[in-house]
């Protein structure tokens, strides 16, 4: 206990140097300026991740995988935590098939999931689970090692809102999409151009979801019954010479960014006719919920340039290769 007394004479006299330099200390003079207190907080806690080394692990009640969690992190707010279930349900299903289908490339020695590792987490408004960092170790009999670092946050959904001016004939092809510039900090961008999207809620509607979004964000009201799913109806699944699908139950939807995240997007469409002269009202328009820090703006750009327009989006990309295909096979 000696020993930490010349530590704790010194600090407060270190933290208010600190404190009286940080206009001249390159790295400090961003850093709040209230107190020495607030100066010690920022270097402590710098990120709102909650990151922890007490761990704490219990075995999987469905898959018998030893689970390990960190500090803060409970059992009940894991399994309760709906991409986390749906995430480990689907690979464990996946990795099923490798012994029922003799074709399954790795029939012969089949991965198995060892363990998983939560490293960090997220909570949406101070107390539900948002997001999780895990590592997930996937083996097979000769210690070969599938990539399992994952940021778990849960499916979205993308919608495709076509406007046709109200005097066109039947068979226009005169027709317009809407689309959201908004800031987006992951991407370094105060201006992503994308088509309107939002996370879909624990219990999972999907339709429900994408109107809500619509309104929220488009100024729309939409009924979730007058929208159709265009993943769905493209039927992606791939087939075994058996019949069975190959990606066991994987979601009829596009993933972003499968080699890192557990995120999914059904993109869903939804078309109508609009007066002509209210179409560059759309234009320009300030739209979306500010109290969840939403602004967006909307931007009214023809059908045919929209894989140009939302180059950078992977849904605007998706729409458009699902809305051209279906509509060759005569399904639109």
């Given at each position: 206990m000696?020993?930490?007394?010349?530590?704790?004479?010194?600090?407060?006299?270190?933290?208010?140097?600190?404190y009286q330099?940080?206009?001249?200390?390159?790295?400090?003079?961003?850093?709040?300026?209230?107190?020495?207190?607030?100066?010690?907080n920022?270097?402590?806690?710098?990120?709102?991740?909650?990151?922890?080394?007490?761990?704490s692990?219990?075995?999987?009640?469905?898959?018998?995988?030893?689970?390990?969690?960190?500090?803060?992190?409970?059992?009940e707010?894991?399994?309760?935590?709906?991409?986390?279930r749906?995430?480990?349900?689907?690979?464990?299903?996946?990795?099923?098939?490798?012994?029922?289908n003799?074709?399954?490339?790795?029939?012969?020695?089949?991965?198995?999931?060892?363990?998983?590792?939560?490293?960090?987490?997220?909570?949406f408004?101070?107390?539900?689970?948002?997001?999780?960092?895990?590592?997930a170790?996937?083996?097979?009999?000769?210690?070969?090692?599938?990539?399992?670092?994952?940021?778990?946050?849960?499916?979205?959904?993308?919608?495709?809102?076509?406007?046709?001016?109200?005097?066109?004939p039947?068979?226009?092809?005169?027709?317009?999409?809407?689309l959201?510039?908004?800031?987006?900090?992951?991407?370094?961008?105060l201006?992503?151009?994308?088509?309107?999207?939002?996370?879909?809620?624990?219990?999972?509607?999907f339709?429900?979801?994408?109107?809500?979004?619509?309104e929220?964000?488009?100024?729309?009201?939409?009924?979730?019954s007058?929208?159709?799913?265009?993943?769905e109806?493209?039927?992606?699944?791939?087939?075994?010479?058996?019949?069975?699908?190959?990606?066991?139950?994987?979601?009829q939807?596009?993933?972003?960014?499968?080699?890192?995240c557990?995120?999914?997007?059904?993109i869903?469409?939804?078309?109508?006719?609009?007066?002509r002269?209210?179409?560059?009202?759309?234009?320009?328009?300030?739209?979306?919920?500010?109290?969840?820090?939403?602004?967006?703006?909307?931007?009214?750009?023809?059908?045919?340039?929209?894989?140009?327009?939302?180059?950078?989006?992977?849904?605007?990309?998706?729409?458009?290769?699902?809305w051209?295909?279906?509509?060759?096979?005569?399904?639109?």
């Open positions: 000696r020993g930490w007394i010349p530590v704790l004479f010194i600090m407060p006299i270190f933290l208010a140097a600190l330099s940080r206009n001249t200390i390159p790295f400090l003079h961003r850093w709040p300026s209230s107190s020495p207190a607030v100066l010690l920022s270097l402590i806690s710098p990120f709102n991740t909650r990151i922890h080394r007490t761990m692990t219990f075995n999987h009640p469905d898959y018998a995988v030893p689970v390990t969690l960190p500090e803060g992190l409970s059992q707010q894991l399994l309760g935590f709906h991409p986390f749906s995430w480990i349900s689907t690979l464990e299903n996946s990795l099923s098939l490798q012994a029922q003799l074709s399954h490339p790795f029939h012969k020695d089949p991965y198995v999931l060892r363990s998983v590792t939560i490293q960090s987490f997220d909570l408004g101070g107390k539900r689970l948002g997001f999780l960092k895990l590592v170790e996937v083996t097979n009999g000769a210690g070969e090692k599938l990539p399992g670092s994952i940021f778990l946050r849960g499916p979205s959904v993308a919608m495709l809102v076509i406007l046709i001016p109200d005097d066109a039947a068979d226009t092809d005169e027709r317009y999409v809407l959201t510039v908004q800031p987006r900090v992951p991407a370094g961008s201006e992503f151009v994308e088509l309107p999207a939002g996370m879909v809620d624990e219990e999972g509607e339709a429900g979801t994408a109107a809500n979004e619509i929220e964000e488009l100024g729309l009201k939409i009924p979730a007058e929208l159709k799913c265009l993943s109806m493209a039927d992606m699944s791939p087939k075994f010479e058996n019949g069975k699908t190959q990606d066991g139950n994987l979601p939807a596009m993933y972003p960014s499968a080699g890192g557990d995120e999914y997007i059904p869903y469409m939804h078309e109508r006719r609009v007066p002269d209210t179409l560059n009202d759309w234009s320009g328009r300030l739209t979306g919920l500010r109290e969840h820090g939403e602004k967006i703006t909307l931007k009214l750009i023809k059908m045919q340039d929209l894989w140009r327009e939302g180059a950078r989006d992977a849904k605007s990309l998706a729409a458009v290769a699902l051209e295909g279906l509509r060759r096979e005569g399904k639109l």
